[in-house]
Each structure stands twice: as structure tokens, then as C-alpha cells.
């Protein structure tokens, strides 16, 4: 037991990658039915797994259990060092329950090449899973690298008309913002370490490492000018993962090519991985270029939230419309943690798992209907209540959950990021507010078109309601929608030791704006050069 | 001067009497024989490895021989072996190639030796002479080697553009080595060493000599603006001569650059880094963005060998011990990754030139769903993404030029290394996500020996990629006789 419980991480971890490698040299691309057997044992196995550690893990213990350390690359200090706190495991239980749904919601939708879809999947739950856990910063740029490529497959081979050009897009974007995040933390290392002489940065000496835990001593030390460029490394990083707003224009091509299972992760779990950045290292890290940036990013994320939820209304297409839904709430998200207040952050990584459960099954819904009639068009349908009720039934709660009804989700995590809002300031919660009525505005409306009225098309005469199946699928979100909305506290209170230390480290720089900057000029012991000289002497 | 002074010099000799040999034999032989002629190659490689292997490792750290004119030590030990090892894989990749095609074998084996000969002097080479006499032994082979398909005009082609371009280049590498002699009187690496760390005075013809030999070198490893050879060698080569130039000659380029800029000339780094800077900014920028516009997978492949130059020379531009042992890797990883990249092409080659059009792999990884998954980790490794060994590499490259604070130059090859995703996955593209437009597409050619050391290739990007403990042991050993550490 106790080494199950010691290498739990690495279960959780591989094991979708040991069903991939089973299904590649284990069993014939004919055999569909074995590669989906296969495939969705996996997934689930993994999910019953990932269970205990929201049991184990113990709210006043350590900042990081379940901890598995080992050197990996040698010379540079790299260690495999994986560890989650409750933050964490909330986004892993949300990747391994997302990837149960996703598989299992994928028999029928997917008759093509079904072999390497199913291994694409599991390899990308491997790459979040790792990204969730990883606490040694090459080892998370790794596992945030290594998920790209299977998602570019998904999109690429079993996408719509433009997958080609959605997929590249999505690559593309995405690399770019992470190898700058790259020489961010190259720079953070040898700040660490070694130094940067060549740009007039001493550096502290430490023993070389890349581990997240002894970095976040080191943060109240680097000089503002170089936490700015780092700050800036790794928000173009995670901006574009988000996405923020002028970085969002990969999201609703992907999304609308993306086949079902790759518009729910891609929804309910890859762009949380640009919050989990955030909250994870630009806020802890880089405090002071943190509470400088506040009010750039909340107002290109209240940016976000209008111009996302605007668009969204005029869209004619309904995944569209949830993608750019997505835009918006995603600028909720950001705003409340940029709030840099206990509201805000509780809210803002409430809302995280809130947006992979409503929006997650919202497409999941979209893709239910496109499966039936290969067509997401609003226009194209209407009255559907009379042949679909479960269907209907389903779309309302989801809708609700998505638009913060009380006693369902949404409320809760809206209503914590609106409080931490308008501690911080009142003018944006009033964007803010604004927001959540125009979402109210184009989901209703999008629902009232598509289920209520007289069926004015015929081909919508004979659709047949949810399959046992499809209810499966959609019933665990529902219940969890229903479980946050009436009893969120189970989620605070594992969060919590989380929002405190990050409160904490950012607050050194909130509270004295002026400490961080006297600590690291007395440790560099002149005026902090700048840091992007290059070209030498 | 005795015989015994000529035993360290074993493994050398041994491989120009095995060239002799087969090049002999090999004229008798005709298409037929070429399998045994390559097997005989092999041995040879693999004897010299072993004549290295025992002889090349003093046991009391460098140690110069024949006058002044090698060096035995770990630095030179590393590039040795990373030399023989590629030329191995290259004649065992170019057998089957080399049987389906009009022209014999004889010839080929007999110049790939000879190649490696030369690139073994550059690896140990102590003085401007021996380094000089090696680049030509390799350079003289390879324009052979290039031209080797006599009646393709492309192959022709190629040949003439290198052969002029490359004299021309030996001639500026030669009129720099004659200036820096002429000023410091020595031909000894470890004397002009010495010379440079006392000397203040700053003589121009000095400096002259220096960034004229550096001009030779940015030609020898295809740096911009030094590259306009390379897409016309590359293209008109016969596949497998393409595949060897791009790797086991570049790695020893590398290996005398490193000899003589992170060596002899190291002292004076202040007046040639600036060079060496704009070398390779401009190198990974022209590579990469001349790349995307390729439709032929062989000179996209030359232009992606450019850039991979331009990240290499930020080993050189660092300056310092940790560039140096990152560049040892990557000249490791690259010649595996590039080896199995431009091995796959010769695997789709069963038609004359067909199969060198992107477009010709459409819809291959239905077809051969091996195949197109070993291409997919080539691609992949070039880019960089991990966890493949082409990760690896840069992540030491780039962590060597940010530690010497070069971080614009950092940012311009992560920058680029994003835009090369783009032009690789062109052909990850093609594979996967079209279907072929041929009724009878192109099919792969049954060649055992080729897919064996393709398999090679996919095993150590990937082990690299994932365990890279004992290869950056191992390039470090070779860092730390180069005397730099």
C-alpha cells in the first residue's frame, strides 16, 4: 500500500500511456471493438485511480504530497519531480474524468482510423496529466510540449472542413508562446544559479535547479526588471493557451474543426492549463511584475468577456457560439485571479473546474445532435424540445450551469470572482456583471431557437432522443454541476492551502511595493541592467 | 623519428589501406558485389573503432603526436567514433540504393573511407596543417561523392557548384591560416593559444587572418550568408550521399571549428564573437523562413540543416565550457535524427526521383503506418519537441547562450525553431492527413539493411530524448581534454 500510494502520481500519469502502447503493438486496426474496450477501461481505470487523492490529500499537511523526486537530466540540475496540492488534483480529476467522457462519447462519432484516434487520446491524457503534476519546470515544458502533438492529430485527422488549417493553427500558436516561456525559465534558472554576468546579473548562487518549490524562495530576490521580461516570457505563454484576448483567434478554429472529444478537452482541460500557469508560477514567482501587470490583464480581460460574449451572440453556428462563450468565461477566470484577493482566486480556480464541466458537456451536447443530423446551424433547427425531451432537459440544465442560475455551478464561481472583483475594483465588476447578463442573453436565445417552438424542418421529425450511452456521459457533469452549486465547499477547502500561499507570496509586493525592489538591489548590488542586452560587447 | 611514433596513428592507417583495398577490389566487382563491398566497409569502420577505441585514449590526458601534428583525447576520441558510427549507417542505408540504381559500388564505399579518414584528422588535428589537409582529404571525397550519379544532370550540377564553392572557401580558410602564421609564427594550435593570451598589441592582419579562417569554417558547416551551395549539393546528390554530407561532414566541421575558435583562438573571443553572432542569427533565420517554401523534401531538408547549423553555432558564440559540450550532443543527436529523417526519403525513392516531392507522401501513414510513425518522430526530434533527443540538444544550446547572456539570441532560435514546426509538419501533413492522388502510389522499396538502421535512428532519438544521462557524460569527457573546462 504504501507504495502504490508513494508512486500513485505515476500511476495516474502512465497508465493511459501503457493502454496507448498496449493498443498500438497489442491489438489488429481492425478490431475496433477491442481497441474501444481497451481504451475505455483505461480511461476509467485511470479516473477510479486518480479518486484517492482527493481523499488522501490532506488540506493542512505539506504544500506538495505525493511526491516522487529523482535526478532525470544530468549537468543541468532537471529532476523528475512530480507533486500536486489541492489545486492540482481538482484539474486531475476534471483531465481523468474529461478523458473517461471523451473516450466513451467517441464509439459511434468516430468510424475512421479509430485505432489511432483511441491511442491519441490516452497519449494526450498522459501530457495533461504531466502538466498537472510536473513541480520541476523543464520536466512541465516538456509534458506542455508533448500534449500538442497528439491534439494536432485529433484535429488534424478526424476534424471538419478546415481541420488542416486549424490544426497548424493551434500548433503553431501554442509552440510560440511556449518557447519563449522557455528562455523565461532559462533565465530564472541561472538567475538561481550561476548568474548572468554577461547582462549584470550576479545571480545567487544556489545549487542549479529547476524545481518549482525552491524557486518560489528565491521570488522576493529578482529584480523587477527581470521579473517584467520573465513575466512577459511566460505570459505570452499562457496568454495563448487561455486564450486572452488578442491571442484567442486559434481558439474558435479549433474548436469548430476539432471533433467532439477534442472540443471537450480542449475546453475543459487545455486551456486551463494557461490559468494553472498563472496561479502555478507567474503569480508566486514573479509577485512584483504580478501586481504591475494588474491592470493590463484585467483589462484585456474584461475585453475578453464582452467582446467574447458579443461575438458569441452573433454567431449562426452553435459550437461556434460555445467557443466563443469559452472566450469569455475564460476572461472571468482571469479576472478574478488578477483580482489578487481570497474571493477572487477561490473563484477564479472554482470557475476553472465549473467551465470544464459546463462547456465540456455543452459540446458534448453539440456533438450529440451534429452526430444526428451533421449539422450545427441554430437556424437549421427549432422545436426540438417536442422530439428530444431528455435531450432538451439536459441542454437546459447545462445552459443553466453555464449562465450562474443559483444552485447550480456557475453561481458559486461567479458570484466568488464578482465579490473579489469589486473588492479590488468596482468599475470592472460592473463589466464584469455585464458579462454574465449578456451570456444569460446568448444562451437563452440560443436555446429558446433551437428547442422551443413548432419543428420547422422536417428533417428534425424523426431525431431520435438520447441513447443510454449518451445520458452516461452527460450524467456525471450534471451530477457534479449540481454538487458545486449546492455544496461547494469540499472544492474551497482543498483549494484553499493553495490560495493562501499564492495570496502570500503576492501579497510581499502588493502590500510594499517598494520591498521587493530594495531586496533585489541590495542582493544585485548596483541598478538592475536591463535584460534583454544580447549582441554582446 | 621512429616507427613507434606511428602506432597512435594506427586506426588512420588501417582505414586508408582498408579504402585502398576496396576501392581495388571493388572494380572488379560489379552492381552485384556491392553488398559485400559495403559489409567489407563496414568492418573497416568498425576496426578502426576499436583501433580508436584502444589507441586514442592516453592514459595521462592529451597527448600530441607525430611532432605536433594530432592530438589523442577525449574531444577528438568523441568525434571519432560519432564519425564512424554515421558513416557505418550511411553505407548500410545507400547498399540497396546504390543495387537499384544504374552505377556500382566500388567507388562509393572506397570515398565514404576516405572521407572519414579526413574527418578523423580534423577531429584530432593539433596544427593548422593537419586540420587543413584533413578538411581537403573530406572535402575532395565528397565532391566525388556528390557527382556520383554521372549521367543525372542534377547530380552533375551539384557537384560543379560545391567543387567551385568549396575551393574558393579553402582558398579564403588557407589565405587566413597564412596570415595568422605569418603573424604569430606558429602552426600549433596550442601555441597560437599561448601566443594570443600575450598578445596585446592587436595586429590587423592578426585579426584579418583569424575572421578570414572564421569565413572558411561559417562555409564548411553552411552558415548564412556562406549556405548557397548547400540546396543545390544537397538536392542533386544521390539521397544517401545527401543524408552523409549533412551529418558526418558537418560534425566535423564542427569539430575543427570548436578546435580552432573555442581552442586556439579562444583568447581573442572579443573580436570575433560579434561575427559569429550575426552568423548565426542570420543563419537560423534564412533557414528557417527559406524552408517553408520547399516542395522538394531533399532542399527542404538542406535549408532545415542550414538552420540546424545557425542553432549549433550558438555553442560556438557562448564561448564557453557548457556551449561547447552542448554543441558535442547536438552534433550526436543531429546525426541521428537526420540520418533516419533523409533515411525514410530513401526508403520512398524506389522510383528514380520520385518520392522528393512532399506531395509524394500522401496518405503513407495508411499504407505504411510504420513508416510514417518513425518520419513523424524525425520530424518531431528536428523541431525540437520533446521528449525527443532534438529537444534534448537544443534545450542545452539554448541553455548555454541565455547562461552567457546572449538571450536575443536565444530568443531568435526558440523563435525559429517555432517556425520550423511549421514546414516539418508540411510532411507530417502530407502522411497523415491526405490521401494519395496516385492510383498506384510510389511503393516503399524492401530494403532490410535500410529499414534496420532506420529502426537505429527512431531508437536512439527517442532513448536520447528521454534518458540523456550517459551522452551528455559522454560529450562532457570529450569538453574536458579539449582543455576549455
Not at chain 1, 482543498?494 to 501579497?507: G, I, S, Y
Request: with cysteine; charged share 10%; hydrophobic share 55%.
Amino acid at each position: 500500500m504504501d507504495f502504490l500510494q508513494q508512486h500513485l502520481l505515476n500511476f495516474i500519469c502512465y497508465l493511459p500511456l501503457a493502454g496507448a502502447l498496449l493498443i498500438i503493438f497489442g491489438i489488429n486496426r481492425d478490431n475496433a471493438k477491442a481497441i474501444k474496450t481497451v481504451a475505455t477501461v483505461v480511461a476509467g481505470l485511470d479516473f477510479l485511480i486518480s479518486i484517492p487523492l482527493w481523499f488522501l490529500y490532506n488540506p493542512a499537511g505539506a504544500e506538495f504530497q505525493f511526491v516522487v523526486q529523482g535526478e532525470w537530466i544530468p549537468k543541468l540540475g532537471v529532476q523528475y519531480f512530480f507533486g500536486v496540492d489541492g489545486f492540482s488534483i481538482l484539474l486531475i480529476l476534471l483531465t481523468t474524468l474529461l478523458t473517461f467522457i471523451s473516450v466513451y462519447s467517441s464509439f459511434t462519432a468516430i468510424t475512421q482510423r479509430q485505432k489511432e484516434y483511441y491511442v491519441f487520446l490516452l497519449l494526450l491524457s498522459t501530457g495533461m496529466l504531466g502538466v498537472f503534476m510536473s513541480l520541476d519546470f523543464v520536466l512541465f515544458y516538456v509534458f506542455w510540449e508533448v500534449m500538442l502533438v497528439p491534439m494536432y492529430f485529433l484535429i488534424g485527422m478526424w476534424g471538419g472542413p478546415r481541420k488542416l488549417y486549424a490544426a497548424i493553427k493551434f500548433f503553431l500558436y501554442t509552440l510560440f508562446g511556449s518557447v519563449l516561456m522557455l528562455v523565461g525559465i532559462l533565465a530564472l534558472y541561472f538567475y538561481n544559479s550561476t548568474g548572468l554576468a554577461a547582462i549584470g546579473l550576479p545571480g545567487l548562487h544556489n545549487p542549479a535547479t529547476f524545481a518549482i518549490p525552491e524557486l518560489y524562495k528565491i521570488a522576493p530576490h529578482i529584480p523587477p526588471q527581470m521579473q517584467f521580461w520573465v513575466f512577459l516570457a511566460f505570459f505570452i505563454g499562457f496568454a495563448i493557451k487561455v486564450p486572452m484576448f488578442p491571442f484567442h483567434t486559434w481558439l474558435p478554429d479549433a474548436h469548430v474543426e476539432a471533433p467532439t472529444a477534442g472540443s471537450v478537452i480542449l475546453a475543459g482541460v487545455l486551456l486551463k492549463m494557461g490559468t494553472y500557469g498563472f496561479v502555478r508560477f507567474s503569480l508566486p514567482l514573479l509577485p512584483d511584475a504580478t501586481v504591475k501587470a494588474v491592470p493590463w490583464v484585467a483589462a484585456l480581460a474584461i475585453i475578453a468577456i464582452i467582446y467574447g460574449a458579443l461575438v458569441a451572440m452573433a454567431q449562426k453556428d452553435m459550437k461556434k457560439l460555445v467557443a466563443y462563450s469559452s472566450v469569455s468565461h475564460m476572461g472571468f477566470i482571469m479576472l478574478g485571479m488578477f483580482a489578487l484577493n481570497e474571493a477572487g482566486l477561490r473563484g477564479s480556480i472554482l470557475q476553472m473546474i465549473n467551465h470544464g464541466v459546463s462547456t465540456g458537456a455543452l459540446f458534448l451536447l453539440v456533438g450529440i445532435i451534429y452526430e444526428r443530423r451533421h449539422n450545427r446551424m441554430i437556424a437549421e433547427y427549432g422545436g426540438l424540445a417536442k422530439v428530444m425531451p431528455l435531450y432538451a432537459m439536459f441542454f437546459m440544465v447545462l445552459t443553466m450551469s453555464s449562465i450562474g442560475l443559483p444552485t447550480l455551478n456557475g453561481f458559486i464561481g461567479e458570484f466568488t470572482i464578482l465579490i473579489g472583483v469589486f473588492r479590488a475594483n468596482w468599475t470592472w465588476a460592473l463589466f464584469a456583471a455585464s458579462g454574465i447578463v449578456l451570456g444569460a442573453g446568448y444562451m437563452l436565445w440560443m436555446y429558446q431557437r433551437v428547442f422551443f417552438g413548432e419543428i420547422t424542418n422536417e428533417k428534425n421529425k424523426d431525431l431520435k432522443d438520447l441513447n443510454r450511452r449518451e445520458q452516461w456521459t452527460l450524467i456525471p457533469l450534471v451530477i457534479i454541476a449540481f454538487w458545486i452549486g449546492l455544496y461547494p465547499r469540499p472544492f474551497f477547502n482543498r483549494m484553499q492551502p493553495t490560495v493562501d500561499r499564492v495570496l502570500q507570496r503576492v501579497e510581499v509586493a502588493l502590500h510594499h511595493p517598494d520591498t521587493a525592489a530594495r531586496h533585489g538591489a541590495a542582493i544585485t548590488g548596483s541598478a538592475p541592467a536591463e535584460a534583454d542586452q544580447g549582441a554582446g560587447e | 623519428m621512429s616507427l613507434s611514433q606511428f602506432i597512435p596513428f594506427l586506426p588512420e592507417i588501417f582505414l586508408a589501406v582498408a579504402g585502398f583495398v576496396i576501392l581495388l577490389v571493388g572494380v572488379g566487382v560489379g552492381r552485384r558485389g556491392i553488398r559485400a563491398l559495403t559489409i567489407a566497409g563496414v568492418f573497416a569502420l568498425a576496426g578502426t573503432a576499436v583501433l580508436t577505441w584502444v589507441l586514442g585514449r592516453p592514459a595521462g590526458g592529451p597527448e600530441v603526436i607525430l611532432g605536433g601534428m594530432l592530438v589523442l583525447d577525449g574531444f577528438a576520441l568523441y568525434f571519432k567514433l560519432l564519425m564512424i558510427a554515421a558513416s557505418s549507417i550511411t553505407l548500410l542505408m545507400a547498399a540497396g540504393f546504390l543495387e537499384r540504381s544504374p552505377y556500382g559500388g566500388g567507388e562509393f564505399v572506397a570515398l565514404v573511407l576516405y572521407a572519414t579518414l579526413g574527418m578523423m584528422v580534423m577531429a584530432s588535428g593539433a596544427s593548422l596543417v593537419s586540420l587543413y589537409v584533413g578538411l581537403e582529404l573530406m572535402a575532395l571525397s565528397q565532391y566525388v561523392l556528390v557527382g556520383y550519379f554521372k549521367l543525372e544532370v542534377k547530380s552533375n550540377e551539384g557537384a560543379v557548384k560545391y567543387f567551385v564553392l568549396g575551393a574558393l572557401s579553402s582558398g579564403i580558410l588557407l589565405y587566413g591560416i597564412s596570415l595568422v602564421y605569418g603573424t604569430l609564427g606558429t602552426l600549433e594550435l596550442g601555441g597560437i593559444r599561448d601566443a594570443l593570451v600575450t598578445n596585446v598589441s592587436g595586429n590587423p592582419a592578426l585579426g584579418l587572418g583569424i575572421l578570414l579562417v572564421g569565413f572558411g569554417m561559417l562555409f564548411k558547416v553552411a552558415a548564412v550568408p556562406f549556405h548557397v551551395w548547400t540546396p543545390d549539393a544537397y538536392e542533386g546528390a544521390p539521397t544517401p550521399v545527401t543524408a552523409f554530407i549533412s551529418v558526418g561532414p558537418k560534425a566535423a566541421a564542427f569539430a575543427m571549428f570548436l578546435r580552432l575558435f573555442a581552442g586556439a583562438f579562444a583568447p581573442q573571443i572579443q573580436s570575433w564573437r560579434l561575427v559569429m553572432w550575426i552568423a548565426a542569427a542570420l543563419t537560423m533565420i534564412y533557414g528557417n523562413v527559406a524552408a517553408l517554401t520547399q516542395n522538394n523534401v531533399k532542399r527542404m531538408l538542406a535549408y532545415s540543416s542550414i538552420a540546424h547549423a545557425g542553432y549549433a553555432l550558438l555553442g560556438i558564440v557562448a564561448g564557453s565550457a557548457m556551449g561547447t559540450w552542448a554543441l558535442l550532443l547536438y552534433m550526436l543527436v543531429y546525426t541521428f535524427m537526420n540520418l533516419g529523417a533523409f533515411g525514410f526519403v530513401i526508403l520512398l525513392e524506389t522510383r528514380g526521383y520520385a518520392g522528393e516531392q512532399i506531395s509524394d507522401y500522401a496518405g503513407l501513414a495508411k499504407r505504411h503506418p510504420a513508416a510514417a510513425a518513425g518520419m513523424l518522430i524525425f520530424m518531431l526530434a528536428l523541431a525540437g519537441i520533446p521528449p525527443t533527443a532534438g529537444f534534448m540538444g537544443k534545450l542545452y544550446l539554448f541553455s548555454a547562450a541565455v547562461e552567457a547572456g546572449y538571450i536575443k539570441l536565444a530568443v531568435i532560435a526558440v523563435v525559429m525553431s517555432a517556425v520550423s514546426l511549421y514546414y516539418y509538419l508540411r510532411i507530417v501533413l502530407e502522411m497523415y492527413f491526405r490521401d494519395g492522388e496516385e492510383d498506384v502510389p510510389a511503393p516503399l522499396a524492401r530494403d532490410r539493411w535500410l529499414e534496420a538502421m532506420i529502426t537505429v535512428c527512431v531508437v536512439a532519438t527517442l532513448v536520447i530524448g528521454v534518458w540523456p544521462a550517459p551522452m551528455v557524460g559522454w560529450a562532457r569527457n570529450g569538453l574536458i581534454a579539449l582543455g576549455v573546462g
